[in-house]
């Protein structure tokens, strides 16, 4: 009974907080929607002063009409003082920084006080140091709520509201405003306490969906222990500054090597008119005909394999079908046992299901339904499929396709029948629903990871997972992926594990560059490609939590946790792990 308690308070909890987050996001979303009805409007009524704004232009920038006659054209006989007084007393006041998204909000104000502060008073929240101010702010509107005070006191704090709203707050103060001011921060204590549940700034005691990130990583005495051998592996240094020293040299060998490449103007990198990175696709290598003409040959000559007798053979060189073991330790094999796990797995591997499969081979439904229970099991497929792959690597024809450092991951989607836990409907790719196989695959064709995931969920989560988590000896140190499985997030952690992410990024020439310096050293350095690097990294916060980011990846090397669970949550302990 107190296991079950228990179990249930941790359930009530994670609903609680998620029934917070989707009310108030509801409700923001409904704001967009006004504000964005809001300005459409304003847009249409604005028309005519555009068009008399248009006219006056005319008359101002016409060289043939004389500065003194300007004024008379324009309140005379090309505009009139009749439409200039009409345009003046249909004017709009100006726009908020945020064009009025907060000011929508507060029309559902009202609908939000009759739940937030319950939720306030029930829930306890903490967090790192990023998200102190904010905690304060929250422990001063349970207050407020509590006492009944209207008030909000006035060193209240400020500074987690963004700046795009610092003006209602100020306005509000300026006019004296004490229930706009109290509404529209009390708004910004709710955004930002949604926003920082979502990014692991702020989490909830007892919660498991809302737990404290930090709890996935090793501890920081275990963390002190090995840090040491992690920098070894990873060949990372635990000084912030040489790593950023490094890395700064690393970056300005690449920029003068594409320097070199735009300078020459013609080539499949290079600057348009305006300046902009144009990168052409690659092209298809060429098959020379020679090769096709053998790859023929050769097909001709493979003999024709029934796939039952495929698995037979393949069993007797690697035993894998010893790998499917019972679920209840061990038991005596029958002789039919594997003809059983044959009929299974290919009634798995072809989706034909066990109902058809007893119908082709003979064997009957609960036989196989019995072998499917009890042996074919997720560790029981690794293991054999382990089995195979140390077969394969031992061929001497396996290094004739790559030297199995490389590999690749994406995913294939494929429809489900019934109900499922992992299935979600995607219009694009099922009629109903469906899940995702995120497969890993070496440049010597051998499939070395598989992971059942939701389809609507990002694949970049997953893709070290099986990197990591791979028992076999392949070793991995570069990997690619599409656009979907790379973050800004995986390509920081690839390069702390000390692996080499190599993704086929869609657009490449229109994502966002950044710089570690100011804008007029890069482009004094680099004329040409110096421009490019719009934005500048923020090196003091990497810095600032260098030995944060190295836990997380010692965290996930020594298989502490997955990284699929780390890039879900944020689990920097400083409360920031995805601004760098």
Known sequence: MLTLLAQSATEVLDEVVALFDQAISARESKAVHKMRDYLAERAKSGENRQELLDAILAIVADPAVPDEDVGGLIRGERIGWDRLRSAQST???PLPRDHGHLAALDGSYGYLRQFTPQVLDAVRFAGGTAAAELLEA?????ELNATGARKVPDDAPTGFV???WHGYLDTAAANGSATAYRHYWELCVLLALRDGLRTGDVFVPGSRRYSDPAAYLLTEAKWADQRAEFCRLVGKPADAAQELA??????HAALGELETTLGQ???PVRLDVDGDLVISPLTAEDVPSEAMALKAELTEMLPFAPIVSLLIEMDKRTGFLGCFTHAGGKQARTPELKRNLIAVLLA???NLGLTRMADACGISYDILAWTAEWYVREETLRAANLALIGYYQRLPLTPVFGTGTLSSSDDQRFPTRGKSVTARAVSRYFAHEGLSTYTHVTDQHTTY??????ATKREAHYVLDEILGNATDIPITEHATDTHGVTLVNFGLFDLLGLQLSPRIRDLGKITLYRPGPKSAAETAFPL?????TRKLNTDLIAEHWDDLLRLAGSLKFGHATASLSLSQPVCPGGRARSP
Do not use: H, N
């Open 91 to 93: 004017a709009l006041p």
């Open 138 to 142: 929250v422990a001063i509107l349970r």
């Open 162 to 164: 963004p700046a795009r």
């Open 246 to 251: 490094d890395a700064e040299g690393e970056l």
């Open 265 to 267: 103007g013609d080539g």
């Open 348 to 350: 798995q591997s072809t």
């Open 449 to 454: 990871g598989t992971k059942i995931i939701v």
């Open 529 to 533: 490609t110096g421009p490019l690097l």
